[in-house]
């Protein structure tokens, strides 16, 4: 079987066994530093306008202590498995990838299932994108971020079901340690959102 | 498992250019479309002075004027500046270093592509309703759906994915850069041009996500009713300016730094001497750099931040100009006791010097925030920024284009046209842009269509204009010149101007693969070191072998159509459309990541002396 | 627990992974922070003033054990990782402050 023979002269840490690897894993870290100015763009414009309810439900009436829990807890789960997966692609133990991959995608898509039954549950309260400047800074923010989650399965999913015919290689194995890196740092920022839009929210305070 | 074909695939034609990955290509395809949107932007930028040239004139209507300004400096900036610094970028960079291609070459064509489409989509607003008009800067909320009309919306589409073009090319050049420096470079051997664009490459990476999210809010409430900027619910304009000029300041130092790379080459080039001072010009361009993101609100002392937050920025902005004289002073020791030459890329770097120096001092002068209350939205302005983006960008970008013409097209651009296009830009852009410092202090505010006889704002005017009229004769003597050495049979040699970089070592124009070997890089101006050593070339760091090079895909082009097509959707409101436009993109970029790409070889036999043919 | 071990582990660049255990030890590590950061909240068992800094110095101690033991940011090969992730947050940290002082008159 091809992917037996491939493990069996993968190099270790095969992602950066290439020079292709290495580009692609610096690329990636080089566009994080990016998201990193892109995301912080929206907390900034999130803080800015966090007051502004318009008349609307406001932060401490909408959010809900529970649901964000488990939110934050599935997807830092998430990240958990995805680092064992990555393990796994050390160990290069296909099999072993591929399980913890799956894992972590079922669990981003509880995590927008959840998600998207909040969303759902706050335009019935009246708050939406269009209802205030704290509803548009709010969905854009939380939107993005979501938004990025479901690229990320959409992705993540893919290169599990190229990996079942291509198996582990130095093409392949590049392209699973950079979407695990994506999937961190969608962790990082969720890190950031429940602190400053829910948690703050909750305090009900303005900052500083 | 695909095999991989072991020679080139044959293409020709515009089949050819479609799906080129090729660096070198893809500097020439920037250099076109930007070449042709800077013909686009000075039509509109001489439409602007005819308008301008007499009082209480009707030439175009205050409308059209409006859309004139906002798409002059859109188009300037976005669509021709920038690609054509791209261009030299792509050109230049990897055979600066001794690489083979970029380290994305993929995503190189993707980005030239994106920018591309985004630049098409925004000037097709002139005929579907009307071409932006609020301006480059586009505030809202002059530039929600209240005040302006559907032009907006091609401005923001549009320039998301230009934007996004330019996004990936930056961390294409940065990985470059850092990963693929052919053996003994390290980066306190890399040539000046070099660093500047890595310097720029990493501002592009932190610069355009900040105006993505402008662009996004924006958007937001032209297309989706949000409220950003609404301030009846609870909205804020501010947050619109910082979030722009957040990446609008950077943004000039993305343009003027990689010039300030070709005036390093260039004049140490033709003074036959090594740049003067070269780890302060390294320190100086990062330091620019740096400040550059922490000067944005002088763009807004007059909003109300208040005497603390002018006074920070303020003093901010004054300490750019440090490291800015350091590079001045650096470029002027060079060239004392050299032995000068003065062919045209000379001149144009030569004529730099003291016009961006100009642009400088009324910089500086802006930088006090008191003085900028009678400054700003001035004429004062006008001048200011375009002393720095003609007398810096332009004249820099034509240097470096005069002196690597022949690397890029195997051809040298004629020297008396040359002179000729460069007297007649040079006294051109004098006489349009220096009156314009008078009309401001004279009181005349930017963006107004006319002007009132009898405020003494005519002779000033009219100048002006008569000086754009000098600069487009220039710009169609460039034009010949370009033509006239299309024509020409002449064949330029590897190395015309006695060059100290690696890019002089190879044929003009050169192989497919660039170097035959990677190179052994043994000091700073590799090529130089070698020379005064006594060898022909360089010195190779590997035996001969099978080259592996990319193969050529019109994913990057389609990818970009789809997003074309999904902007006309979303701006229209036809969300069918748009659907089977991002359809498209993402249905592309999945069909990239399953199908494998192994390139293609390119054996030793096939290595002459001429190289092998694309 | 967070601050002294990811120094440590920066002056030691790594080049191979000493398996689960860090990685775990993050993870329990991330959890408690949350649940710190909840409980602060929820509870009110932080005063008033200081709440707000507190669950944020919070955040920024998770990210951090994610960036590092996680991604890895510690270890030799990651320079320009880092410079990119510290430059980003930098300009941006630059831009928030201006928006906490200077959006609102």
Known sequence: ?208 | MSAHASHAPKRSGLWDWLTTVDHKKIAILYLVAGGIFFLAGGIEALLIRLQLMYPESNVIGAKTFNEMITMHGTTMIFLAAMPIIFALMNAVVPLQIGARDVAFPFVNALGFWLFFFGGVLINTSWFLGGAPDAGWTSYPTLALNQYSGIGVDFYVLGLQIAGLGTLIGGINFLVTIINMRAPGMTFMRMPLFTWTSFVTSGLILFAFPAITVGLVLLMFDRLFGGNFFNPDAGGNIIIFEHLFWIFGHPEVYILILPCFGIISEVVSTFSKKRLFGYSSMVFATALIGFLGFMVWAHHMFTTGLGPVANTLFGLATMLIAVPTGIKIFNWLFTMWGGQIRFNVPNLWAVGFIPTFTIGGMTGVMLSVPSADYQYHDSYFVVAHFHYVIVGGVVFGLFAGLYYWWPKMFGKMLNETLGKWNFWTFFIGFHLTFFPLHFLGLMGMPRRVYTFLHGQGLDLGNFISTIGSFGMTIGTILFLINVVVTANSKQKAPADPWDGRTLEWAIPSPPPEYNFAQTPLVRGLDALWVEKMAGNKGYVPAEPLGSIHMPSPSIIPFVMSVGLFIAAYGFMFHQYVLAGIGLAITFGSMLARSLKDDHGYHIDPEEIEEKGVKA | MGAGTHNEEVRKPKTEHGGVKRHLVAFIGSLVLTALAFIAVGFEAVPQGFVAPFIVALAFVQALFQLFVWMHMDQKGHEFARISIFAGLFFILAAIIVFVYWVWV
């Open chain 1, 1 to 208: 079987m091809a992917t037996h023979h491939a493990n069996a002269v993968l190099p270790d840490e095969p992602e950066k066994a290439t020079l292709e690897g290495k580009n692609k894993i610096l690329g990636f870290w080089l566009f994080l530093g990016g998201e990193t100015v892109l995301f912080g763009s929206l907390f900034a414009t999130f803080i800015a306008l966090r007051d502004q309810a318009n008349g609307g439900p406001t932060a401490q009436e909408l959010f809900d202590m529970p649901i964000v829990a488990w939110s934050t807890f599935i997807l830092l789960t998430s990240s958990m498995t995805s680092v064992m997966a990555v393990l796994a692609l050390h160990k290069k133990n296909l099999k072993q990838l591929q399980a913890w991959m799956t894992v972590t995608v079922l669990l981003g898509l509880a995590f927008l299932c959840l998600e998207i039954y909040e969303f759902n549950h706050y335009v019935h309260l009246g708050h939406t994108i269009a209802s205030s400047a704290f509803g548009s800074a709010f969905y854009t923010l939380v939107g993005f971020h979501g938004g990025h989650v479901a690229f990320g399965i959409a992705w993540i999913t893919t290169l599990i079901l190229q990996s079942l015919k291509k198996g582990l290689t130095v093409v392949t194995a590049p392209k699973f340690y950079v979407a695990a890196l994506y999937w961190h740092f969608i962790d990082v920022v969720w890190v950031f959102i429940f602190t400053v839009v829910y948690l703050m929210g909750m305090i009900g305070g303005k900052v500083g």
